[in-house]
């Protein structure tokens, strides 16, 4: 009875702490306070055995903070040292270790912790496929470090239960086959369909529409080019193609911009807009 006390007592404190930081405007005074909450050892000391519950409250706090930092100041100091609470508490929490690895490489710009905590997972859940698969993943795709996502595709591929996505890019990347769109798209791809967390989804999403842009926009000024060709003088806009029969139809701008022509060059208005932002 004594320790259900203090389990719920501990578990309290810790979500209030949680809400008294969501207080505080002052950034330093955020920073300073949450690095007192409890490493992920102690916690699991102090638990008494209800390691699932503390996980679970952790995690909880894990996405009201990541959702808060991305709506303001797009900066997360104290993302990995939440991750490495949540993993100390529950060692087989897969997505502490798979979405936490992402967005620690792309909105924490931080893949040197992204390895520390993939590399933490593979170590408390050897025979799990998903660790070394993520491992390579993120080498392979933010890195350019092309051997190591090798290695790690392979290793991946081999443990029980390895889906033949695992295999197919640890064969791709030893062919040498790098450094490509259609690469990327694949990869990216592979990982929207075979995820069935939303926030993983939506980086995935990001990509490949990121990706779609530069296919159009390579294939666009390929046109621009055909149509100086032919007439000895560049486009004013894209219409110009469709009149002229070059294009049959403009294809539409992922994320809901639009492309135009600037200087005999096709750009997308999301670029136009982020240097807009840029500049301010």
């Known amino acids: 009875m004594k320790a259900a006390i203090l389990v719920v007592l501990l578990a309290v404190m810790v979500i209030i702490l949680a809400y008294d930081l969501d207080l505080k405007h002052d950034k330093h005074k955020f920073v300073n306070e949450l690095m007192y909450f409890p490493s992920g050892n ?5 638990s008494l055995g209800f390691y699932t519950l503390f996980a679970d409250i952790v995690w909880l706090r894990f996405i009201q903070y990541y959702g808060e930092h991305r709506l303001t100041d797009v ?20 997505y502490a270790y798979t979405l936490g690895g992402l967005m620690l490489t792309h909105d924490a710009n931080d893949p040197a912790r992204a390895k520390i905590l993939l590399k933490k997972g593979m170590y408390a859940n050897p025979d799990d496929w998903h660790y070394p698969f993520m491992y390579a993943f993120i080498h392979y795709t933010f890195l350019k470090e092309y051997r190591t996502a090798q290695v790690y595709f392979r290793i991946s591929s081999l443990k029980p239960g390895a889906p033949d996505m695992a295999k197919r890019w640890a064969a791709f990347v030893a062919h040498l086959k790098i450094h490509d769109l259609e690469t990327a798209m694949l990869l990216w791809t592979d990982l929207f369909n075979n995820t069935d967390n939303p926030q993983e989804k939506e980086i995935a999403l990001n990509y490949i529409r990121r990706l779609r842009m530069e296919f159009d926009l390579k294939f666009l000024n390929e046109k621009v080019q055909e149509f100086y060709v032919l007439y000895g003088f560049m486009p004013n806009r894209i219409a110009e193609l469709l009149e002229v029969g070059i294009l049959d139809s403009i294809p539409p701008e992922p994320h809901g911009e639009r492309y135009y022509i600037k200087k005999g060059r096709v750009y997308s208005t999301l670029e136009r807009g982020k240097k807009k932002l840029d500049s301010q």
């Not at 900066?75 to 897969?94: N, Q, R």
């Open 42 to 46: 102690a916690l699991h000391t102090i």
């Open 75 to 94: 900066k997360y100091e104290l993302m990995y040292h939440i991750l490495d609470i949540l993993t100390s508490l529950d060692a087989h929490f897969s």
